[in-house]
């Protein structure tokens, strides 16, 4: 750290990383050694990352190729390429190994720290980069000056060598307006969606990774649908797949005296089965050899084409943004603004974001790394 007079007076190189979030401190970790390393954060620093995978963290995602790694982000795949082709998963295990993280894989190919624990993870990377200063200050400006930066908080001034704004997804925008940065409009992704259609009656009832809720539909599918979809407007239409049954008729000709409603229990749950056959005027004590053709296809509809009116948001989910500075302006292999030079970006404020499983805090470890690396190459 270094008050505005005292810039490169150590001998050292001084930077400033402004947020102390998962992208903040690994590239804390690696400037820490070759520069004098300021972490600015207002609250309390790495809290972010302990409601990660609730409470487990979810740290990675077992995906070792770069580019299939980086398919896995609506916003950023190619900027993605170079950034993983040089720190993907199997340096982000080596890294938590390194600083006392042992992790493991999930059968869904999530990773997680061993301890199961966010709050262990949190520990051990702020231990890991006590080399640095940590300044508890809100910064409210930054700007360039001849031979360094000027970074302003709410109590003093200071002066560094390099910038690094490593804000997050939620603020942080404020800033970088003023620099005349250009930013793509935020908006949240990976949420819950509420739907025209009332689902209350069925709400906890889950099928093909589908929540029904009181608002709509949440759940796995839903994230990654509300990933896909962060920009469209609304209402929208989305068709949902419940459940396949290639063998319908066949299994109506077999059960000749057994209720609709219970066969169609044995295939999704009974409570949505009944909302199927409310929703469709099908009487769900119907014997199932009474069902003629065209009944059975509309409830064979419903179940492979459950359509559905999308009518906006609920932030229930890992909640990340969508939006954030524009790629067009950042070298995708330094990380450093192609409007000014000493300003480099890591993380979510960035116009990255992933699905759910582990992708996001990856983008953070991934380009943090590649910020260090160019600054202290550069
Ligand atoms: C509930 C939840 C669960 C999640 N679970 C997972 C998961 O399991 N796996 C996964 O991959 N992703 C997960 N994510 C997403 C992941 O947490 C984020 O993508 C990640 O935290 C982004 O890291 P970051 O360092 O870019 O920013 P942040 O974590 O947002 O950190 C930014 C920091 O900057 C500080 N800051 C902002 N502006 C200023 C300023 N002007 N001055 C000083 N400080 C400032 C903030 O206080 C904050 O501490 C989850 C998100 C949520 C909300």
Known sequence: MAQESTSRNRGK??????GAGPAGCICAYYLQEYLDVTLFD???FLRTILPTGGGRCNLAHAEYDFRELAANYPRGEKFLYSVFSKFGTSDTVDFFEKIGVKVYTQDDNRIFPVSNSSADVRDKLLKSISK?????????KIQPLENCWKVETEKSTYAFDYVIVATGGHSGYELLKKLDIKIQPPTQ???GLTTKEDFSSIAGVSVNDILFTHKGLSGPSIYKISSIRARDEFPYKLSLHL?????????LNSNPHKEIKNLLGQII???LALWIL????????????????KTRDKILNKLTDFEVTVTGKVPDGEVVTCGGVDLKGI????LESKQYSGLYFCGEVLDIDGFCGGFNLQNCWSTGYIVSQSIINA
Do not use: M, R, W
Request: with cysteine; charged share 20%; proline share 8%.
């Open 189 to 191: 992704s990976l949420v």
């Open 13 to 18: 190189y001084t930077a400033a990383i402004i």
């Open 42 to 44: 207002k609250g309390k």
């Open 269 to 271: 749950p009974k409570s």
């Open 331 to 334: 070298n995708s292999k330094t």
């Open 243 to 251: 459940a396949s049954c290639p063998d319908f008729q066949e299994d």
């Open 278 to 293: 409310n929703s469709q005027n099908i009487n769900p004590e119907t014997p199932c050899h009474n069902i003629d053709g």
């Open 132 to 140: 640095c200063h940590f300044v508890k200050e809100g910064v409210n």
